[in-house]
């Protein structure tokens, strides 16, 4: 499959446009990144921030009572 | 209407233990290493000389020191931050002891010589698949678990997870498709450029998802488990999640800046490694932040002082990372005992001190008992701090005066140290700092060891822990006016896809341009593929882990043209299976050596290197001396070579040994010219051959080169 790919492909037109179609890409996932983050409630990160100190049982000194 | 059931502690204990134990030996297999270095009389056999260890050691640490971590800290946080048992206990037994066998298979393995010859990913086809196999059972297993879960949302530290899961299975399988032509020997498909780009990719991402996500999942839930207070800010892992899987994957072309890479892929991985430093140290930064206020608590408690420190490492690596992309400091550094100080720091530093901190959490936890000594936790505390900077600062302090010395010039426009040797004795005394430096790092994991030995047999072991919450289903909100990322964050197949396209999408666009045009590797119309012995001694150099001292990639500066000849051209190593350009300089690059000195020099240098190169520091080859040839492989190795697109003649395979023969009569006669007994059929003969051969195809009078048309 491989020696398909490579010896049937001889030319890509406009490799230069790879780092800018790339850039591009990220630029806008990031943008809508935060604004999804600008947006969601407090209610829901508070939830979320909780939840590894949510399920403790045990006390979480065990180190200071050793001698 | 509240569900009981149990966690699962058993299969985190056994993770943690082994992890520990493998850590031990992979830094004990180091050390060694380190001594290897600066006494080569410690290279005390074939097996066990520098360049089948050294992939013994990397390997150790990375997928069974760190990789057991991982396990053991995920296996952990799962179950509590989805409240449920691990889906099943069967699956995760086959997880546990599938991983021992295949790390005992690469322990068995590297040192016999059996090896890919790719950095990180040495370990041949059979173990690539089993690795493969216990991958999916992980996959499987964290999947499930997340599936039944009772806590509808995943909290980031799993999305880490997910990530590492999905992105590590792409690069392993992208990077091990390879030809067998035995159980224990194949070769990598792809050649010169190709495999350089596609094992960069993966050895850079290796670092990336399995060094750096699945530790920040572990530090996202144990450093606030350990603080007792919630994480600095939950939307900046969400952007740090984000952004790192997304940046990372296209940052591997770093690792070849000056190599015959086409420009822009180097270009686009410098970029994409500067703009890590955002989210790394957004990440490193909230890891930090999360103890304001209770630094008074990391004053007494080594678990979180070994969380500061691993934490601070990281972003010092971060940082470090993204400048060495720079082409004006990765000329300096690269090759240089500078990458080995810098993946310690992230190695030694981020990985071990986070990997101590969670073991001496979790022991007294899962053991229902305190901790034996918290003062020996801390006297490991400051002896691992201190063997980080013994380690790191002298090999900081050897990389930049080597590279300079490497690049000095007398006024006259000679060079100072014409000699590469000289570079390197220079720089020893640094090289036994480094010694000094791990055997104080390994000293805090023996009293580490102990410590927990007498913790353990304190308690007893909480091997099924209750706990108990209410089912999914009374958890349903009166009305969800849902946001696309919450709608993924509650389903994990859709968070899993997502994220392969994310990193996906990195690796497409970096790898199919070099693949699809055939101008972005010129053809050179000199070089000729290897003759079927010169092909047996690649295998023999390839075997012995020569690419751990020895680049095959001269840069085109003038200090480097001038020391070793012409600088590397994309077009000389089409016929690479694998590429061999290395990592590392400990000794001089190899690329021209082809024709640079007659047969008898090599001869007696494999036998004692110092006998032709006084002081030398490599290894001596004896067993080259005594062991034959197995030329029953040569046929196949040709068809290999044939069938991934290498120009033998059609009926050539046939009668390849007879060409073996005649060229291995060939060496014999100018060995005895210079009074030197030999025997054809020693592996030595080979090895010459390929020496003989290797960068010399560019020297024939007629180069024709054909540019890209598409530059």
Known sequence: MLKFIKHHMDTIAGIGLYPAISFVLFFSFFLGMLWWIRSVSKGH??????LPLAEDKQPNDSLHHAN | MIERFQYDNRIVKNFLFVTILWGLIGMLVGLTAAIQ???????FADWGSFGRLRPLHTNAVIFAFVGNAIFAGSYYSLQRLLKTRMFSDALSAIHFWGWQLIIVAAVITLPLGMTTGKEYAELEWPIDIAITLIWVVFGINMMGTIIKRRERHLYVAIWFYIATWVTVAMLHIVNSIELPISFTKSYSWYAGVQDALVQW???????????TTPFLGLMYYFLPKAANRPVYSYKLSIIHFWSLIFLYIWAGPHHLLYSALPEWAQSLGT?????????????????LLTLRGAWDRVREDPVLKFFVVAVTCYGMATLEGPLLSLKSINAIAHFTDWIIAHVHIGGIGWNGFMIFGMAYWLVPRMYGTKLH???????HF???TLGIVLYAVPLYFAGFFQSLMWKQFTPDGFLVYPNFLDTLLEIRTAYWLRVIGGSVYITGVLLMIYNVRKTVSAGKLIANEDAEAPPLEKLVEAKETGHWHRWVERRPIQMLILSLIVVGIGGVLEIVPTFLVKSNVPTISSVKPYTPLELHGRDIYVREGCYTCHSQMVRPFRSETERYGEYGKAGEFVYDHPFQWGSKRTGPDLLRVGKKYPDSWHYYHMYDPTSMSP????????????????TTTTRKKIEAMITMGVPYDEGFPAMANTDVIAQQDRIVAALKKDGIEAQ??????AVIAYLQRVGTDIKAKEIVETKPTNP
């Open chain 2, 271 to 287: 970029v994409f490694s500067i703009m890590l430093i955002a989210p790394s140290w957004g990440g490193m930064l909230n890891g």
């Open chain 2, 615 to 630: 002081g030398s520091l490599m290894p001596a080859y004896p067993h080259l001396f005594e062991d034959l040839l197995d």
């Open chain 2, 37 to 43: 270095l600066v006494v080569p009389s410690w290279n």
């Open chain 2, 373 to 379: 000594s918290v003062k020996l936790a801390n006297a």
């Open chain 2, 201 to 211: 990719w993966y050895g850079h991402n290796a670092v990336a998802f399995f060094l």
């Open chain 1, 45 to 50: 990160i508070a939830h979320m921030t909780a």
């Open chain 2, 382 to 384: 400051w002896l691992g």
């Open chain 2, 680 to 685: 054809k059929e020693m592996e030595i003969i």
